[in-house]
């Protein structure tokens, strides 16, 4: 058979095979589906450096070190924070007003997996199902396809062990972009969440079902002048070399006051990053966006010895970051576009009013409602650009690509990261168990409400008001009027006025 049609009814069987799972997981106890959650965190946790290493051997992408911490937060942070919710049942009963809350699952969620993060955010999806009593039905990215698979077989064993039914968690091994679009508008599927390019996220979208997606995460970090420069720019060189900055919200561009760019520079270079001359520059631009307003899929995840090798650049031993000395944004701008690698633009402003306006700049470009970060020991600073930018998390003296998903901050650990209406999402969330739930609502009458009585008007209500009509005329005129044509005059007002 053709390899489209193989992986079309690979598909179909899973939707089935996942519905049926999903319907008598339906009566689970909330006993039952904690234990098998947590049965399943903690087998995922402990195959956390396997499967991190798989993940690089297979997408040459990253680093194994730091993708382990990454399904460590997929697996035992996500874990933490979903343990306690209640997610089956009753969940909440407001005994003044007489208003009870259940929850019930989705039913089918379709998940879609990235290459830059494919064993953590499968680890995550299916921690988030279960808790909610939902089956899924995983698409890995066509790159990534064998360590996806392996970290759900990891779930599954651990689910089944545990008491969960047979064919909860599925995995199309076939990849094919028709199968993923038609799981996405399958009848059986009831919510789609995509973490992937702006094309699938928009695909989801239009797929007719309710969806998660997630844009893209052109974030800029800012440097004011008050910030602890050295802390900051730890901060970020550690952030935006965390797995060869793979992760959406890592930093993009700093965006550095005029006033300490000096003392930027020196940490900068003290912490491994290289800047580029100008000529060096211009080379790294055909590099990183070959196509205007395109980013080289070649350097996404690469290390910066390797992305330099490609432009013929020589970097000093222990690179960790290249800069690139930027003043214009735009999509015929490479630096200022989203890179997903250790590769930085730098922009130096004049004052917190000139900051903004850069770092809305580059979120217009690609990034509106995904994330900002700054740096500043003034607090009425950090509360102006997250009253001003259009974005759903500001990430304050913190790395912003592990800040973001909870790593280092009080935010859900959560690896699908809602941009909100800025960016074209139905939430600005991080996205977690509770966003898998359907609540019902039952309300009993606690208010009496007394409706104003209405009856329609009588013949003799009208013969009334004729009489009324007929007695007023007499008295102001002396012309015989023919009580026939007052009689269907106020017949015809009468209906007019009660329609």
């Known amino acids: 058979m053709d390899k489209d049609l193989l992986a079309l009814q690979q598909m179909r069987t899973a939707v089935q095979t996942a519905k049926e799972a999903q319907e008598k997981f339906m009566g689970y106890s909330q006993q039952q589906v904690d234990q098998i959650v947590k049965a399943v965190a903690d087998a995922a946790f402990e195959q956390s450096g396997r499967l991190a290493q798989l993940a690089v051997d297979e997408t040459g992408m990253g680093v194994a070190a730091h993708k382990k911490i990454k399904n460590e937060v997929g697996s035992r942070d996500v874990y933490e924070s979903i343990k306690d919710m209640k997610t089956v ?7 003044m007003n007489k208003v009870v809350e259940i929850a019930a699952p989705f039913g089918v969620v379709a998940a879609i997996i990235p290459t830059t993060n494919p064993t953590s955010t499968a680890f995550f999806k299916t921690l988030i199902s279960l808790k909610t009593r939902n089956s899924i039905v995983v698409s890995p990215h066509p790159y990534a396809v064998e360590c996806t698979h392996e970290a759900l077989k990891v779930c599954d064993a651990a689910a089944v062990a545990a008491g969960a039914p047979e064919g909860l968690i599925q995995c199309l091994t076939l990849a094919s972009m028709e199968a993923t679009q038609q799981l996405m508008s399958h009848k059986d599927v009831n919510l789609i969440i995509a973490t992937g390019g702006s094309a699938l996220v928009k695909a989801a979208y239009s797929s007719g079902k309710p969806a998660y997606g997630v844009g893209p995460g052109n974030v800029p970090v800012y440097i004011e002048r008050s910030a602890k420069i050295e802390k900051a720019v730890k901060d970020i060189v550690d952030s935006k070399s965390f797995d060869y900055g793979t992760i959406c919200a890592t930093e993009q ?9 000096d003392l930027v520079t020196r940490e900068l270079k003290k912490n491994g990053a290289y800047i ?18 395109k980013v080289n899929p070649k350097v996404v995840g690469k290390s910066p010895q390797f992305i330099a090798k490609m432009a013929g650049i020589s970097l000093p031993e222990g690179t960790r970051l290249i800069v690139g000395m930027e003043t214009k944004v735009g999509k015929d701008v490479p630096f200022s576009l989203e890179k997903l690698s250790p590769i930085f633009a730098m922009y130096v402003v004049d004052g917190v009013k000139h900051s903004k306006e850069v770092c809305l700049d580059l979120l217009n470009l690609g990034g509106r409602g995904h994330s900002l970060a700054l740096h500043t020991e003034i607090d009425a600073v950090a509360r102006e650009f997250a009253m001003e930018m259009p974005v759903s998390r500001i990430l304050v003296n913190t790395m912003s690509s592990i800040g973001a998903v909870g790593g280092t901050t009080g935010l859900m650990p959560s690896f699908t990261l809602g941009c909100g209406t800025f960016g074209g999402n139905i939430t600005s969330d991080n996205v977690t168990a509770t966003h898998l739930l359907n609540i019902k609502r039952m309300a009993y009458g606690t208010k009496e409400v007394q409706l104003p009585k209405h009856s329609e008007p009588t013949e003799s209500s009208n013969d009334q008001l004729v009489s009324s009509v007929m007695n007023n005329v007499s008295a102001t005129t002396n012309n015989n009027i023919d009580p026939a044509l007052v009689q269907n005059l106020v017949s015809e007002i009468v209906k007019q006025l009660t329609k």
């Open 89 to 95: 049942g009753v969940i909440k009963e407001d005994l």
């Open 276 to 293: 580029l001359s100008d000529e060096e520059k211009k080379i790294m631009e055909g590099v990183i966006s070959p196509v205007p307003g």
């Open 253 to 261: 561009a700093i965006v550095v006051d005029k006033h300490v760019v």
